[in-house]
């Protein structure tokens, strides 16, 4: 079983910036698309980037133009640089990862998440 692990969260002001990072584990296997998805208290997770493995991106209009999301293939990490913070952008960040396992198994794996709380 491919394993995630998030880093990078903490607190920050408003108008800071963190970077987050996400690194896949495991043997026989390889990543598709990756993504980040928050969840504030009480509400539902929501996508906040994607990226294809060929990177290819897509964010929230909530995020555009504050959040880059990159990745490298050979690490199996995905990172979220996260600039010009809003105490609303206050969530749990989960990284999500479409594995494909070379016994041709496929299936989304999640990290265990990290807080990012952004003070006001």
């Known amino acids: 079983q491919v394993q995630l692990v998030e880093s990078g969260g903490g607190v920050v002001q408003a108008g800071g910036s963190l970077r987050l990072s996400c690194a896949a584990s495991?043997?026989?296997?390889?990543?598709?698309?990756m993504s980040w998805y928050r969840q504030a208290p009480g509400q539902q997770r929501d996508l906040v980037a994607a990226?294809?493995?060929?990177?290819?991106?897509n964010y929230a209009d909530s995020v555009k133009g504050r959040f880059t999301i990159s990745r490298d293939n050979a690490k199996n990490t995905v990172y979220l640089q996260m600039n010009s913070l809003k105490p609303e952008d206050t969530a749990i960040y989960y990284c999500n990862a479409e594995v494909h396992t070379f016994t041709d198994a496929e299936y989304n794996g999640w990290g265990q998440g990290t807080q990012v709380t952004v003070s006001s």
């Open positions: 495991g043997n026989g296997f390889f990543i598709n698309n």
């Open positions: 990226i294809t493995r060929e990177s290819r991106t």
